[in-house]
């Protein structure tokens, strides 16, 4: 049982299309995210929700839109892809730990790798 | 504004032996850093973590130090085995509302057998 799936897996698209990548997680944590790994390597956040709320949106175009229709479903959904989105997009999944102390150890999905021709 | 640095990208080292990541942090509000693990085509796995008020934390082969006044932290792992090698990230999190990680660029590690 995948703990963080999210679909598809490799994603080929033409400049100016609107595409999604869904992302499931079946572990009952209360806070989702998507990171970007670029060519460069870095893993750096886009958003984060908590219990379906924007908690985090570290300055990312409004190209891209998440949405979460209940906890345990983040979807992302890009307009107008432009070269610069490819990247492999990770989601993960993670318990809300900012009033209970302790690390805030995220679980990953396996990627999603755009490729915008 | 890279805020966690991983200044070595590749380490190889026999099988057996220690491998040493290193990472480097700016930010004195960071409280907890941990470390994942990711083979290629997969997600980070979590591996350890360690809290700002350590300076030592050990789960089996996996041993990390911290440093806070150097703002330096390390993954040991002894001994090093082929299954090891993998691409080795530090991340870093501050308590206060956010649950945000900051990633390091990564380190790939090699042991070769």
Known sequence: ?117 | DQQVKQNSPSLSVQEGRISILNCDYTNSMFDYFLWYKKYPAEGPTFLISISSIKDKNEDGRFTVFLNKSAKHLSLHIVPSQPGDSAVYFCAASAQGGSEKLVFGKGTKLTVNP
């Open chain 1, 1 to 117: 049982d995948t703990a963080v799936s999210q679909t598809p897996k490799y994603l080929v698209t033409q400049m100016g299309n609107d595409k999604s990548i869904k992302c499931e997680q079946n572990l009952g944590h209360d806070t989702m995210y998507w990171y970007k790994q670029d060519s460069k390597k870095f893993l750096k956040i886009m958003f984060s929700y908590n219990n379906k709320e924007l908690i985090i949106n570290e300055t990312v175009p409004n190209r891209f839109s998440p949405k979460s229709p209940d906890k345990a479903h983040l979807n992302l959904h890009i307009n107008s892809l432009e070269l610069g989105d490819s990247a492999v997009y990770f989601c993960a999944s993670s318990q809300a730990l900012a009033f209970l102390g302790g690390a805030n150890v995220l679980t990953f999905g396996a990627g999603s790798r755009l490729t915008v021709l």
